[in-house]
């Protein structure tokens, strides 16, 4: 892997403290028919180290937002508005553990939010390659591409003094028909100070609270309902 760890380290620099991004994500899915199809979804995300982090989720069906303060964390479905909150004391890292177990949602580019992104990233790779330097959207990057075991993933890394990812892709080689999960990076913001409100979990007008249990029910049936079209 000579020549490529050494700028997924510079990377993971820039990601101390606190950031606002956006992404733009496609995930192929199957249908009952076993048509593949790609469904997309846009991601805002501001995250405060060590321990808030607010996450939307948009796409044509559904609206979430989910909510970290440090001491508990929170799911909102907007579209229904609905929520669910439990206990969580400890850090992004714990909270992101939490909210896989008892809501059954797994955040997306969980990998970039954690407390070592480096290690997150690269201690299952087998093999690395600098594949060479490219244009994403405009923006001049250097295209790294490593294997693991059952995937293979990319990353186009910004050139100069701010190497953010600007595009990311994992090939789940091990399931049929090998999908593709991709997010395009954007609005990349180090600057901006978060203050405790923006991840403070308010109710909207009307919103109902329900148990823990009801709402991974809810988003365990979203995803057969997903792939049964």
């Given at each position: 892997?000579?020549?490529?760890?050494?700028?997924?380290?510079?990377?993971?620099?820039?990601?101390?403290?606190?950031?606002?991004?956006?992404?733009?994500?496609?995930q192929d899915i199957?249908?009952?028919?076993?048509?593949?199809?790609?469904?997309?979804?846009?991601?805002?995300?501001?995250?405060?180290?060590?321990?808030?982090?607010?996450?939307?989720?948009?796409?044509?069906?559904?609206?979430?937002?989910?909510?970290?303060?440090?001491?508990?964390?929170?799911?909102?479905?907007?579209?229904?508005?609905?929520?669910?909150?439990?206990?969580?004391?400890?850090?992004?890292?714990?909270?992101?553990?939490?909210?896989?177990?008892?809501?059954?949602?797994?955040?997306?580019?969980?990998?970039?939010?954690?407390?070592?992104?480096?290690?997150?990233?690269?201690?299952?790779?087998?093999?690395?390659?600098?594949?060479?330097?490219?244009?994403?959207?405009?923006?001049?990057?250097?295209?790294?591409?490593?294997?693991?075991?059952?995937?293979?993933?990319?990353?186009?890394?910004?050139?100069?003094?701010?190497?953010?990812?600007?595009?990311?892709?994992?090939?789940?080689?091990?399931?049929?028909?090998?999908?593709?999960?991709?997010?395009?990076?954007?609005?990349?913001?180090?600057?901006?100070?978060?203050?405790?409100?923006?991840?403070?979990?308010?109710?909207?007008?009307?919103?109902?609270?329900?148990?823990?249990?009801?709402?991974?029910?809810?988003?365990?049936?979203h995803k057969t309902?997903?792939?049964?079209?």
């Amino acid at each position: 892997m000579r020549g490529t760890t050494p700028r997924v380290t510079v990377l993971m620099t820039v990601f101390n403290g606190e950031r606002h991004l956006r992404a733009e994500i496609w995930q192929d899915i199957q249908l009952s028919s076993g048509q593949q199809i790609q469904a997309g979804r846009t991601l805002d995300l501001q995250v405060r180290r060590p321990n808030r982090l607010h996450a939307e989720v948009h796409s044509p069906r559904r609206n979430r937002e989910l909510l970290y303060d440090g001491s508990s964390i929170t799911l909102l479905n907007r579209a229904q508005n609905f929520y669910g909150t439990i206990h969580a004391p400890g850090n992004i890292d714990d909270a992101m553990d939490t909210a896989s177990e008892k809501f059954g949602i797994a955040m997306p580019l969980d990998d970039f939010v954690g407390s070592d992104p480096h290690k997150d990233l690269l201690e299952k790779v087998t093999s690395g390659t600098d594949i060479g330097s490219v244009n994403v959207m405009g923006i001049p990057c250097e295209h790294l591409a490593f294997s693991q075991n059952n995937i293979d993933w990319q990353v186009w890394i910004e050139k100069g003094a701010k190497p953010v990812p600007r595009k990311f892709v994992i090939t789940y080689k091990d399931e049929l028909g090998s999908p593709e999960f991709t997010a395009i990076f954007s609005n990349w913001d180090f600057t901006t100070q978060l203050p405790d409100f923006v991840f403070k979990f308010e109710p909207p007008p009307g919103a109902s609270k329900i148990d823990v249990k009801e709402l991974r029910e809810e988003n365990q049936s979203h995803k057969t309902e997903k792939q049964s079209k």
